[in-house]
């Protein structure tokens, strides 16, 4: 079974991604469930593609269908593996970063 992470930030709100088995631990607030990623099959390349999107993961204020491709895989299971990898270091790196859900980074910070 895939270990699932949740990120705290500065501010005490949960980041992760979102999965059945963290039902509980949502009866604690308010949810604020948005997309941060996209997997999808390419029907021309025949491969599962995970999107991610350019400008930032929580605020994004590009269109989905806009949004880079930064993988491919031969299964979806393949895909999400990577979908959750890549968006889980996304998540860290924010945090590293001193930033909480609903900040943007500055060209100061």
């Known amino acids: 079974m895939a270990k699932r992470r ?3 930030d500065k ?9 059945e088995k ?4 949502l009866d604690y ?10 997997v999808e099959f390419d029907n021309e390349y025949q491969v599962w593609g995970v ?3 350019p400008d930032d993961i929580l605020n994004s ?4 269908k ?16 990577i979908e959750k990898e890549y968006v889980e270091t996304l998540f860290l790196n924010r945090l590293i970063a001193g ?10 910070s």
Do not use: C, M
């Open 6 to 8: 949740i990120f705290v």
């Open 11 to 19: 501010l005490g709100n949960v980041l992760g991604l979102y999965d």
């Open 22 to 25: 963290f039902g509980n631990i």
């Open 29 to 38: 607030g308010t949810r604020n469930i948005q997309r941060a990623s996209h």
């Open 51 to 53: 999107k991610i999107p």
């Open 61 to 64: 204020k590009i269109p989905e």
């Open 66 to 81: 806009d949004w880079p491709l930064v993988a491919t895989a031969a299964t979806r299971e393949a895909a999400l593996a």
């Open 99 to 108: 930033l909480h859900h609903g900040e943007k980074k500055t060209k100061e």
